[in-house]
């Protein structure tokens, strides 16, 4: 199996106030927080966003796996709904001493290059500004961080910059290069 470079960035806001909103998409655009749990509408999202791209690393995961991973305490999941469709979502998992990491982020591509993915971010982000008002044992969080790399869409690093996250590390490294996975298998 042959190996290819794959850059990861990784951005962050430190202040509320670093995060630049992108304009609401025109259209009956909404977006709604997955209250409950469920392993098969996170896999699906997962699949669907990421089969394009190159996402693998859950394909594996046990359905237990994903309910533990959806039960963490605070962790939140938000979806963009289309006219009713699902378009896109943001996970943020939130982390120790008022860190949040945006762990998933992105659009199934027919939704892709519609300003959806802007105001998605934007929201997602201020959803993490504002965990500890909704979990209040929580420390207020002071960091938002992300990263994205070179297999992720061509308008994903430009759509994080223009939403205040700045660049603070860089990493290339080898990994096996493997068939697009597409949102099930044989697609």
Same mark, same amino acid.
């Given at each position: 199996?042959?190996?290819?470079?794959?850059?990861?960035?990784?951005?962050?806001?430190?202040?509320?106030?670093?995060?630049?909103?992108?304009?609401?998409?025109?259209?009956?655009?909404?977006?709604?927080? /997955?209250?409950?749990?469920?392993?098969?509408?996170?896999?699906?999202?997962?699949?669907?966003?990421?089969?394009?791209?190159?996402?693998?690393?859950?394909?594996?995961?046990?359905?237990?796996?994903?309910?533990?991973?959806?039960?963490?305490?605070?962790?939140?999941?938000?979806?963009?709904?289309?006219?009713?469709?699902?378009?896109?979502?943001?996970?943020?998992?939130?982390?120790?001493?008022?860190?949040?990491?945006?762990?998933?982020?992105?659009?199934?591509?027919?939704?892709?290059?519609?300003?959806?993915?802007?105001?998605?971010?934007?929201?997602? /982000?201020?959803?993490?500004?504002?965990? /500890?008002?909704?979990?209040?044992?929580?420390?207020?969080?002071?960091?938002?961080?992300?990263?994205?790399?070179?297999?992720?869409?061509?308008?994903?690093?430009?759509?994080?910059?223009?939403?205040?996250?700045?660049?603070?590390?860089?990493?290339?490294?080898?990994?096996?290069?493997?068939?697009?996975?597409?949102?099930?298998?044989?697609?």
């Amino acid at each position: 199996m042959s190996s290819i470079p794959v850059t990861t960035w990784s951005l962050e806001q430190t202040s509320p106030a670093d995060l630049l909103p992108a304009a609401a998409p025109e259209g009956d655009v909404r977006i709604v927080r /997955a209250e409950v749990p469920s392993p098969e509408f996170s896999r699906f999202l997962y699949t669907a966003v990421g089969g394009d791209i190159r996402w693998t690393d859950r394909l594996g995961w046990t359905y237990a796996r994903w309910q533990e991973q959806l039960d963490r305490p605070g962790a939140e999941t938000w979806v963009a709904y289309d006219r009713g469709t699902p378009a896109g979502y943001v996970e943020l998992d939130p982390q120790d001493d008022g860190v949040v990491e945006i762990i998933l982020f992105g659009l199934i591509p027919a939704f892709r290059g519609r300003r959806i993915g802007g105001h998605l971010l934007s929201y997602g /982000a201020a959803r993490a500004w504002d965990l /500890a008002e909704r979990w209040p044992e929580r420390t207020p969080t002071k960091r938002v961080w992300l990263h994205t790399c070179s297999k992720d869409g061509e308008f994903a690093m430009d759509n994080y910059q223009r939403r205040g996250f700045r660049l603070f590390d860089t990493k290339v490294e080898l990994e096996a290069e493997v068939e697009t996975p597409g949102p099930w298998p044989g697609a």
